[in-house]
């Protein structure tokens, strides 16, 4: 029995775990629609699943916006290609729980059952300075939340177009809490579920290590930029400053992280995002 709901995501790579993505959510009755960031989508996944046309890598972001778009249902579920469903009722009930005025989210786990963050709370000016000479700190709390994983967001199509989507400012990484901060200005409610999905975060490939550095730290910065324009100059020199050290650091264990926060540093000196790879990489 189909449900009115439409699972969107963006493929660039791994034509196997796409089409077990397609597998997964079409088995529940829900329509699956793709926006093709890498021009790797085999006829098969096309037969059933809705595939929007290759177009470049334009990112995660840009993406989502393009399927949504194209969408045929009012309820749109936004996914990474690895989110999959636990249950059939997990999402019925998910989506009876859901509002319009809303952004909904639920529990996510990974492959191996563990629990997988999918809020976080808003990145802050010590969240930042904490990161210079230490690993940044998980946004996630167990007790609250302010946003939500790009990963699973159950949204009203309209409700996603009136506040304009993901920006485009953001390549990959906080374009989620971009949107969950836009939403919340425009009077919308973040809210999160207990129902389950599966996230199995942490798949990608390390080809693009140097990519999901530098568009990280890109991210963080326009987040403040955009949302907190009086704290941005100083979050800058502060990411800056991470960058050339951890560069350094890395620079004779491990090339692909010194290039990656070198293209860090760079994209936040000159403000302006990084680029994305091409078909060549696997995301």
């Known amino acids: 029995m189909s449900l009115p709901i439409t699972v969107v995501t963006v493929a660039f790579g791994n034509s196997d775990g796409v089409r077990h993505w397609v597998d997964q959510w079409s ?34 972001g840009s993406g989502i916006n393009r399927a949504v778009r194209e969408s045929d249902t009012e309820l749109v579920l936004i996914t990474n ?23 909904s989210g639920g529990a ?21 300075k904490s990161q210079i000479f230490k690993p940044a700190e998980t946004l996630w709390r167990e007790d ?7 990963s699973l967001i159950l949204v009203c199509r309209d409700d996603f177009l009136r506040i304009g989507g993901f920006s485009s400012n953001y390549p990959l990484f906080f374009e989620d809490v971009d949107l969950c901060a836009r939403a919340v200005k ?31 730290h890109w991210g963080m910065y326009e987040f403040f930029r955009s949302h907190h324009p ?22 004779t264990v491990d090339s692909e ?20 790879p091409g078909v060549e990489h696997e995301r």
Not at 29 to 43: E, F, H, T, V, Y
Not at 189 to 213: K, N, W, Y
Not at 231 to 250: D, G, S, T
């Open 27 to 60: 088995a529940l009755g829900a329509s699956c629609l793709i926006s093709d960031n890498g021009n790797l989508i085999d006829d098969d996944i096309r037969r059933r699943a809705k595939v929007l046309t290759f177009t470049g890598n334009t990112g995660f």
């Open 81 to 103: 290609p690895d989110t999959l469903p636990v249950s059939r009722e997990s999402l019925v009930t998910m989506m009876k729980s859901h509002s319009s005025g809303s952004l």
């Open 108 to 128: 996510t786990v990974g492959f191996s059952g563990k629990p997988v963050p999918s809020t976080g709370i808003w990145p802050t000016e010590k969240w930042v």
């Open 144 to 150: 609250k939340f302010d946003w939500l994983q790009g």
């Open 186 to 216: 425009s009077g919308m409610q973040i809210r999160c579920f207990p129902e389950m999905f599966i996230h199995g975060e942490g798949t990608g490939s390390d080809r693009v290590t140097a990519t999901r550095l530098s568009c990280f």
């Open 230 to 251: 009086e704290k941005a100059n100083c979050v800058r020199r502060m990411i800056m400053a991470k960058c050339i050290l951890r560069m350094f650091i890395n620079a």
């Open 257 to 276: 992280k010194a290039v990656g926060y070198f293209r860090g540093f760079e994209a936040v000196f000159h403000r302006t995002p990084p680029g994305l």
